[in-house]
């Protein structure tokens, strides 16, 4: 069965330290890869998206992800995390060649949070 | 301004009534979708419809229902056969091509009272 796991329920960093949030993810396919960011009581927003080519992404607020096909992993990173940062943050998948409608799979979500 | 609204931002149920969730797109996006959520779980997927006039069950469609007349209009029903409404929902688009990529509104939040 295809899912998504991100092992850290929460994480704690400070204020202009490195940011590495975890995303591993179970599919047979070559998969579209998401990262969404959701503020409390918000919607979700993308923050950037992997279909094909470079394996290292830029989204937007200073984020980029990694695709590693060898370990099943879309890691997403942050050189240096403001405290506006603070929100959850989820990690989706989807099928590329299914044909039809792509379920998305999300995660079950990692909550950030940045101290002074 | 183009987006994804959703009204309202809190709605109370009672305990046996039907209540509707109401989720308007201005992007001419053709996919729409809801979603559910409760705390450590993530999303869940509600219903889908990927043109007019056509809908999909998701994962968790017991207790709810849908109708997609028009393209920018997907509302959702919670019924009084869902015993745990309470969560946070959340309705999506998705422009054809995007390689489901989709696009959130803000979100209603349903209590039970």
């Known amino acids: 069965a295809q899912s998504v796991t991100q092992p850290d329920i929460h994480i704690t960093v400070s204020e202009g330290a490195s940011l590495e949030l975890r995303c591993n993810y179970s599919y047979g396919a070559t998969p579209y890869l998401f990262w969404y960011v959701q503020s409390p009581g918000q919607g979700l927003q993308l923050l950037l998206k992997?279909?094909?080519?470079?394996?290292l992404v830029q989204g937007i607020k200073g984020f980029e992800a990694e695709f590693k096909r060898s370990q099943s992993s879309f890691n997403l990173r942050k050189p240096s995390v403001h405290w506006s940062d603070a929100a959850e943050y989820f990690c989706a998948v989807a099928n590329m060649f299914s044909g039809g409608y792509n379920k998305l799979i999300f995660g079950a979500g990692t909550r950030l949070a940045v101290h002074p | 301004d183009g987006g994804i609204t959703q009204s309202p931002k809190y709605l109370f149920r009672k305990e046996g009534q039907n209540v509707t969730l109401s989720c308007e797109q201005n992007l001419n996006h053709d996919a729409m979708y809801w979603y559910r959520q409760d705390p450590g779980q993530g999303l869940r997927l509600i219903y889908y419809?990927?043109?007019?006039?056509?809908?999909q069950k998701g994962d968790i469609a017991e207790g709810y229902s849908v109708s997609r007349e028009k393209k920018e209009s997907f509302p959702l029903t919670v019924t009084s056969a869902q015993k745990n409404p309470t969560a946070f929902y959340l309705c999506a688009s998705r422009p054809a091509g995007s390689g489901e990529t989709q696009y959130f509104g803000p979100g209603t939040r349903l209590l039970v009272l």
């Open positions: 419809s990927q043109i007019v006039n056509d809908f």
């Open positions: 992997y279909f094909s080519g470079d394996t």
